[in-house]
């Protein structure tokens, strides 16, 4: 579940080219927020960064996107605080100071799926749910639900459990029955039921 605006304003960000990770930026100790984000835009005599945004992607000026990128700083002359850096890296240092968890916050990850399908000529669903809470700042729910896949996958590989190489999915069960079964153990696990 994401809050109105936050996907439609990370898609602006990654429009504009703030999450590319192949090239460094150049004069980044000079740099503001506000620089930084206009850096990917085109030059306007007259218009601030906010109007070139609202501009290039026809979004309202008091809509969720300008709302989530405002209280994101990116409009603010605070200096970027880094000598140098990626994109992407610069990107994730502005987040950082506003999104950043203090020791006792707690993250929630909750996940609703919803299949619908027709059986022996039948409408039926199926609704699959997942709730993890983090313990702090440091032990979060989205490191958890993140790092342990991965984790279990590469122990799994080490093992020789996995046969699979190079870059794949995880659709084989090979592969996704063992790491959701010690996911399940570990007290992360989807609860499933159809209607």
Excluded at 39 to 59: G, N, S
Excluded at 76 to 93: R, W, Y
Excluded at 113 to 129: C, T, V, W, Y
Aim: charged share 30%.
């Amino acid at each position: 579940l994401r809050n109105k605006g936050f996907c439609s304003a990370w898609d602006i960000l990654v429009q504009l080219g703030c999450a590319d990770d192949t090239y460094q930026v150049d004069d980044v100790k000079r740099m503001t927020h506000n620089d930084f984000i206009n850096a990917f835009l085109d030059f306007h005599p007259e218009r601030t960064v906010e109007q070139k945004i609202i501009h290039r992607f026809h979004i309202a000026e008091d809509g969720p996107e300008m709302e989530r990128l405002n209280w994101s700083g990116f409009f603010d002359n605070e200096p970027v605080g880094l000598t140098q850096g990626t994109p992407a890296q610069i990107l994730e240092h502005i987040l950082n100071k506003r999104w950043k968890l203090n020791s006792h916050d707690k993250d929630l990850i909750v996940m609703w799926h919803r299949f619908g399908f027709l059986k022996d000529g039948n409408e039926r669903e199926i609704q699959a749910s997942l709730v993890v809470e983090g313990k702090d700042a440091v032990h979060t729910a989205m490191a958890k639900t993140v790092g342990l896949p991965i984790a279990i996958a590469t122990k799994l590989l080490m093992e020789g459990k996995i046969k699979q190489r190079g870059v794949v999915i995880p659709v084989m069960k090979e592969i996704y029955e063992p790491v959701l079964k010690e996911l399940g153990e570990m007290g992360v696990r989807l609860v499933e039921r159809e209607l």
